[in-house]
Every structure is written in structure tokens, then in C-alpha cells.
């Protein structure tokens, strides 16, 4: 399975310090058991006043830990933390990323390497074995049915909004710490929170998002709920839905099922890499021919005769198959389509940029006794990467994505510092990848 964080998108949804107060935890306990109290009344619990302020109250105790956490850098923290002091600090790597972790008495901190806040993780909250946004959702739905002429909708519906973006952020941060369980937990009630009357506005995002936490934890059969409920309301992850459906029909042995999510998602998304990876990988163990695939990407060039992209999947196909023959056609046809399509020009360069790393793997395991036929692979290597430079240089020129050109440069820049002693040419053009790369950080 293609990993999951670039599928879905995980963002943090709820600003930092959206309740900024200086109650403490024991005034908020008082505040939350008061309007119980109030709500238990016969009389005033049919007002829907008295159920919205039991809702605030819970909400104002989830938000007390992080509630003086203003603003987006440690400058701006300063301001609004007031007598909170830090109690240590410490470089950490979360996903692959380095944070610095700031430690204080109830939450922890972590700010990028330029000094941003990305994320807080409450260490003591409130209340510790209470979900006070689940007692907020039962505040506000229960202000909903005493609302008879829904007087309040408006400010209930934002209430479970904001309800529903909080679960969502906590699930960010619970995956960011490796809690790939309480992140599925996390968002699947974020989910449940936006399909909450009268808010009534389902997330499919965050169910599908519950069903890869899932996978990922292994829950298969929670991975699965999780996605087929979000394919049956429509949300497919622009295919990714289909592939992960077949990773979960794979982990419960059912091969047809999982061959049939992946033929109907790379007809509908022959695009997505997960998918059309996925299915040749199948084709290969079932010793089908995964030339099949050209049949399937054939039916949806009939409907799309001018859409570059399909002979752009078609390039991928064959350079996974090691056809770099038929891989080069299928490329060059992105041109003859549209021209100033980029990734026709930038895929043929990315498949023989792979060519020469298996050709230098290659030659790096040959004992030192077959001398000649390490040389005859460096000579091999080094044309290899010179059919590189045309295709990046072209996708480098007529690329408007920012994100291609920078990568199409880096790669240029890798080659032409090899081949920068060969001439003053090569020199300069490594030298102009360079500082093109220096200026676009």
C-alpha cells in the first residue's frame, strides 16, 4: 500500500487558541458541574438555553490546556502565554520530520525547524477519563431537540462544527504521535459529529481517513467498514478508495475482490499511481499478463482520445514492465497531443534516471574480477543518464507547475554535476539548475 499521508490530506483543521481564557481547571469543573445541575432541572432543562451552556462549559474545558496558545511562532507565544514557562525541550522526528518538542506542565508544543507551532499534544487535560467533546455533542443535540422553533440552529450548527474540527485536529495529532488507533477513533467521531442535526453535514474525508488509520493499524475489518461507507457516499480519494479496498479484500484472502476494486478504479482513475501499481503487482503474482493493463488504459483513450494523461499512465505502465521502447512512444504521443504537456516530457526522464540507478546497482555488485564488464556498464550508465537530460530540460521549459520545475531542475542539477568536467557547457548548466534551485527555496 502506497502510504497514506500525501492520499489524505491530514491537516490540522482547528485554529490554535480559539478559546483564549485564564480559567483554571478546577474553575472549569465547577462551571461544567453547575450547568449539570441546571440541565437536571425539569423545568429548566426543556430551555434551550440551559443545554447550550452546558455545552460551552464542556467546550471551555476541553480548550483550557491550549486555551492562551496564540499565534503561530514562539515570538508571538510570548505574548499570549503569559507566566507559562516551558519545563524543557528536545529535538524529535515524527513521520520522518524533525520537531522541537517544548514540554510544559499540560500540553506539549512542537514547532518546524524555522520556529512555526505544527501541533500541541495535551498531556493533562481537564478531564482525563471523560470525553468532554462527546458531552458537548450531547449538550448541543439536546439544545437541538428543545429548540422547537429553531430559534438557535445557526449557533448550534457552528457549535458541532467546531466540535467535529477539533475531533478532526486531534486526529491529526494523534497520528502525527504514532496513535494510529486513536486517530481512527478521532476521526471517525469527527464524522459522526458533522452528521449531527441540525448541523447535518457528513465528512466522507474523515470517514475514509478512519478507514486508513485502520488499515494501517491492521483493523481490517474497521479499514473496511470505513471505506466501503465512504464509496458508497461518493468520496473515492480520486481512486485511492479502490486500491485500499483491495489491500483489506487481500488481507481476507479474497483475490477476486480485490482484483475487481482495482480494475474499477484504474477505469475510472487511470491516473492513480496506487492503483495501476497495485494491479500490475496483481497481474504479476496471479501470472496474468500485465500488458492487460494497455487493453483497460485502450477502452478509456476511446472516450478521451486528446487527454495527454492517458498516454502519460500508458509511459508509467511500460517503463514498470522494462519495455523503455513502447514506455518512449507512449510519452512522445503526450506531446503530440499537448505539447506543453509537462509530464510526458518529465516521465521519460524519470524512467531513464531509473534505468541508470539499476545500471549502477548492477555494476556495483560485480566482483572486482569482471573489470571489463564494470566498464562496459559505466559506459552504459553514463549514456543512460544523458538520455535524461533532453526530457527534464523540456519539462523544466514548458512546465507552469512550479513543483515539476523544481524537481525537473534537481534532477538536471544531479546530472550535470557528473558530466560538468566534460565541457564548459555542461559546467554552466549545472551552475543554472543551482541557482534556479537556491532562488525557488
Do not use: H
Not at 480559567?23 to 432541572?41: G, H, T
Not at 514498470?320 to 516521465?347: Q, T
Amino acid at each position: 500500500m502506497k502510504k497514506i499521508i500525501l492520499a489524505i490530506a491530514l491537516l490540522a483543521s482547528a485554529g490554535f487558541g480559539a478559546f483564549a481564557q485564564e480559567k483554571s481547571a478546577a474553575d472549569l469543573k465547577k462551571a461544567v458541574e453547575k450547568a449539570e445541575a441546571v440541565a437536571a432541572d425539569a423545568k429548566k432543562g426543556t430551555k434551550v438555553a440551559t443545554w447550550l451552556k452546558l455545552g460551552q462549559a464542556w467546550l471551555n474545558a476541553y480548550n483550557q490546556p491550549t486555551a492562551n496558545v496564540v499565534g503561530g511562532t514562539k515570538a508571538e507565544l510570548a505574548l499570549t502565554m503569559g507566566s507559562e514557562k516551558p519545563r524543557s525541550s528536545e529535538v524529535v522526528t515524527l513521520n520522518g520530520n524533525e520537531y522541537e518538542k517544548v514540554v510544559y506542565a499540560n500540553k506539549n508544543l512542537y514547532f518546524d525547524m524555522a520556529g512555526r507551532l505544527q501541533f500541541i499534544e495535551v498531556t493533562k487535560p481537564v478531564y482525563k477519563d471523560q470525553d468532554a467533546l462527546a458531552k458537548a455533542l450531547e449538550a448541543y443535540k439536546k439544545a437541538s431537540e428543545v429548540d422547537a422553533k429553531g430559534s438557535k440552529t445557526k449557533d448550534i450548527s457552528a457549535a458541532i462544527k467546531s466540535i467535529s474540527e477539533k475531533y478532526y485536529s486531534d486526529a491529526f495529532v494523534a497520528y502525527q504521535l504514532g496513535d494510529k488507533a486513536k486517530a481512527a477513533e478521532c476521526f471517525e467521531a469527527s464524522s459522526d459529529a458533522a452528521a449531527t442535526a441540525p448541523y447535518n453535514t457528513p465528512d466522507w474525508s474523515a470517514v475514509y481517513n478512519a478507514g486508513v488509520m485502520s488499515l494501517e493499524n491492521k483493523d481490517i475489518e474497521k479499514a473496511r467498514s470505513c471505506f466501503l461507507k465512504a464509496l458508497e457516499n461518493g468520496y473515492e480519494q480520486e481512486g485511492s478508495v479502490y486500491a485500499n479496498l483491495s489491500e483489506v479484500s487481500f488481507a481476507a484472502k479474497d483475490t477476486l475482490a480485490a482484483r475487481k476494486y482495482l480494475e474499477d478504479g484504474f477505469g475510472k482513475y487511470p491516473e492513480n499511481v496506487q492503483v495501476m501499481t497495485s494491479l500490475i503487482n496483481l497481474y504479476i503474482a496471479t501470472k496474468e499478463d500485465p500488458k492487460k493493463l494497455i487493453e483497460l488504459l485502450d477502452l478509456a483513450k476511446k472516450q478521451m482520445p486528446d487527454n495527454p494523461s492517458l498516454y502519460y499512465v500508458e509511459g508509467d505502465i511500460w517503463a514498470k514492465l522494462k519495455e523503455f521502447d513502447n514506455a518512449v512512444a507512449a510519452y512522445n504521443k503526450c506531446a503530440e497531443v499537448n505539447p506543453k504537456y509537462e509530464m510526458g516530457y518529465y516521465g521519460q526522464g524519470v524512467m531513464w534516471y531509473n534505468r541508470a540507478l539499476e545500471i549502477q546497482e548492477e555494476a556495483n555488485a560485480l566482483p572486482y574480477s569482471e573489470y571489463k564488464k564494470y566498464d562496459a556498464l559505466q559506459e552504459e550508465l553514463a549514456a543512460t543518464l544523458k538520455k535524461c537530460l533532453n526530457p527534464f530540460e523540456t519539462a523544466f521549459n514548458v512546465s507552469e507547475n512550479d513543483a515539476v520545475k523544481q524537481s525537473a531542475a534537481d534532477y538536471l542539477k544531479r546530472i550535470y554535476f557528473i558530466f560538468r568536467n566534460e565541457s564548459a557547457e555542461n559546467k554552466a548548466n549545472y551552475e543554472k539548475y543551482e541557482a534556479y534551485l537556491q532562488g525557488a527555496k
